[in-house]
């Protein structure tokens, strides 16, 4: 498994996650979530166990499951914690608590990740090892009621792990910065022939005749469809180029399909403007569009981190990105990307590109380096166990390996 990175991954990651195997080997790894299935945390998990599984280290990933009473409150909490407020009664907290209780899930090992604030309640049944809570949401400005409960679980744990410092919350145990990550070999960003790469825009009636701008986005306003089709727009007054949005349609969110009737609205009557529709796990078709940009676009007006970025950065594209959430990790203003504002702003480096391949190419070859030095799975996976050392050491301040 760890063959597959090498000479795409930094040796120095490889050589560090082999050295935290050489240490951890033999002992056992508890991932525990909510699903199997669907959603950020699942993809890093079911890429991320088997690079841990050939160092060596016993990993379990344990699911907790619930009826959807649990589920409706969670997703209150969720929300809540990032800053929609929500009502909360003492027998929703009950519930919560109980579901946690009484599930029958296996905890004993030697280190236990707790993923997200739906198990944080496990860590009452904790009997050994080290526990640590990886929150991969934004908690820096919650609901007060709501962190003041959730906290009662959270600072029972030996760390707490966030993603991007912005959205970490100060308690009284030791914290840790873990950014998300791609992974390089997985089909959604793996290398891919110009054959492939045609052979899919063939099948997604893309044309490749001219520039293509691309957004890769679930159909929701925080991630500014509209504003992607002005600034298309006011670039299209002086550059011939076509726009496709990419997303998957939103059965199951009235509020995803509503956001798509609307940029359908918005989008008719221009042919060169395409909507594609993609099936869930269309990573091969992403990837192929990705690939087959001139320009990438986040311009997200709120995000998480935005995963979206890095994956077009490592296929060496410029990427333009809103200002917001874990974007400017990412994108390093002018070097390995542009930071845009609104749409003008997002239009006047759109043209930029468009008339300067050789500063594109620039920013899409240093987007690529910066992504492999920061934003891949391995060095997130090294970062999980390092905290782990450092938690099983906690008196050291240096650490040997
Ligand atoms: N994605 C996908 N299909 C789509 C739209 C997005 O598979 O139709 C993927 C995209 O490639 C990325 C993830 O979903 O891996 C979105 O993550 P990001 O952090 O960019 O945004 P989020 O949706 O979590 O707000």
């Not at 908690?139 to 959730?150: F, G, H, N, T, Y």
């Not at 691309?214 to 992607?228: A, C, E, H």
């Not at 940029?263 to 060169?272: I, L, N, Q, T």
Request: net charge neutral; with cysteine.
């Amino acid at each position: 498994m760890m063959d597959e990175y090498k000479g795409i991954a930094p040796k120095g990651d490889l050589l560090l996650l082999r050295k935290l195997g050489g240490v951890f080997a033999g002992k056992s790894f508890l991932h525990v979530n909510s699903t199997r299935e669907g959603g950020g945390v699942a993809e890093i998990l079911h890429r991320a166990i088997p690079i841990m599984e050939s160092l060596g280290i016993k990993v379990r990933w344990e699911v907790l499951t619930g009826d959807a009473k649990f589920f409706d409150i969670t997703k209150k909490i969720h929300n809540a914690l990032q800053g929609h407020p929500e009502a909360f009664t003492p027998d929703m907290w009950a519930y919560h608590e109980e579901i946690n209780r009484k599930s029958t899930l296996d905890l004993g090992a030697d280190c236990v990740y707790i993923h997200d604030p739906q198990p944080a309640p496990l860590v009452q049944r904790r009997e050994g090892g080290t526990w640590v809570w990886r929150c991969h949401i934004d908690v820096s400005a919650p609901q007060k009621d709501v962190w003041q409960s959730l906290k009662l679980f959270c600072e029972r744990y030996d760390g707490a792990v966030f993603s991007i410092a912005k959205f970490a919350r100060s308690m009284p145990l030791p914290e840790f910065i873990i950014p998300p990550s791609i992974d390089p070999v997985s089909d959604k960003n793996r290398e891919l022939s110009g054959r492939e790469i045609r052979d899919s825009m063939d099948k997604l009636q893309v044309p490749l005749d001219r520039p293509m701008l691309l957004q890769v986005s679930r159909f929701d306003r925080f991630k500014d469809p509209i504003g992607v089709i002005n600034a298309y727009r006011l670039v299209k007054k002086y550059n011939d180029c076509i726009l496709v949005l990419a997303g998957s349609p939103a059965t199951d969110d009235p509020e995803g399909a509503a956001v798509l009737n609307e940029v359908k609205e918005y989008a008719s009557g221009d042919p060169d403007i395409t909507i594609l529709l993609l099936p869930p796990f269309s990573d091969r078709e992403i990837n192929a569009l990705q690939r087959a940009a001139t320009v990438v676009l986040q311009k997200s007006l709120k995000e998480g981190f935005g995963l979206t970025v890095s994956e077009a950065m490592w296929k060496e594209k410029p990427v333009l990105g809103g200002a917001v959430g874990g974007i400017p990790l990412q994108i390093v203003h002018g070097l390995t990307g542009f930071l845009v504002h609104s749409s003008e702003g997002a239009a006047f480096r759109i043209r930029q590109l468009l008339n300067n391949p050789a500063m594109a190419k620039r920013l899409g070859e240093r987007g690529k380096e910066h992504v492999r030095a920061n934003f891949l799975i391995t060095r997130e996976v090294r970062d999980y166990l390092s905290t782990w050392y450092s938690l099983v050491n906690p008196n050291k301040n240096i650490l040997e390996l």
